[in-house]
């Protein structure tokens, strides 16, 4: 059964958080979604997962602003007219070069800033669940969120005067350990950790409650089977 996720807006934009989401151009992203849904629908649902990302980050109350780095103009347009500011991918240099790119945006406006990286792939994300990954984060350098696997990352913070050092990509969870980043094992975090790259991951979020931008588009997805 599929339900729709409703968040509601943060109007006090206050809290200490600054978060970076970056984003391909639509054209490239969600590569291996491509197989479940075809490639008509593939970048828009890539610009879906985001806005429904960024509009439940922006619902936080831990959050005082999103930074989205991309290069694509559609995206970056729908994304700020959600309240997010957008930056070119100058590095353009692939994802973690991004996220530094996006993190000293961000601490180039406010330099004390606690900054995290977020997957702009998290269509079911819910607020609170974010609040207390936020909240557990302030103790701690650096800190990330495993994804649903158990072997990427969905998330990473950097309080301040920490330099973010993101690893994503691949077995990021082994990099951010590593690297000395303490790792989030708060149960209740699904929305979190459910990022969408697959037509299977993609149904898990719909069972979770995605957005509204999501649910949108993806009702003829859910019964069909990877190929």
């Not at 509601?8 to 490239?28: C, E, F, H, I």
């Not at 070119?88 to 995290?116: C, F, I, K, Y």
């Not at 303490?182 to 697959?198: K, M, N, Q």
């Amino acid at each position: 059964m599929r339900h729709e996720r409703e968040i509601a807006t943060n109007t006090d934009l206050t809290g200490p958080w600054s978060l970076v989401v970056p984003l391909k151009p639509l054209a490239r992203a969600k590569s291996r979604l491509e197989s479940a849904v075809g490639g008509d629908l593939r970048p828009r649902l890539a610009l879906a997962f985001a806005q429904d990302t960024v509009a439940a980050a922006l619902a936080c109350p831990a959050v005082r602003d999103v930074v989205v780095v991309t290069d694509d103009p559609v995206a970056g347009a729908a994304l700020a007219a959600l309240g997010a500011r957008t930056v070119a991918d100058t590095p353009a240099a692939g994802l973690n070069a991004a996220l530094e790119h996006g993190a000293r945006s961000v601490r180039g406006r406010r330099r004390g800033a606690s900054v995290a990286a977020l997957n702009a792939d998290l269509p079911a994300l819910r607020p609170h669940e974010l609040a207390r990954v936020l909240d557990f984060a302030a103790a701690f350098p650096r800190a990330f969120v495993p994804d649903a696997q158990g072997i990427g990352s969905t998330f990473l913070s950097a309080v301040p005067g920490v330099e973010l050092h993101p690893a994503f990509g691949g077995p990021s969870r082994e990099r951010h350990l590593a690297s000395g980043a303490v790792e989030i094992t708060l149960s209740g975090l699904d929305s979190v950790r459910r990022d969408v790259d697959t037509g299977g991951d993609l149904r898990a979020a719909l069972a979770l409650g995605v957005g509204r931008f999501t649910t949108g588009l993806a009702a003829p997805v859910a019964p069909a089977a990877d190929r």
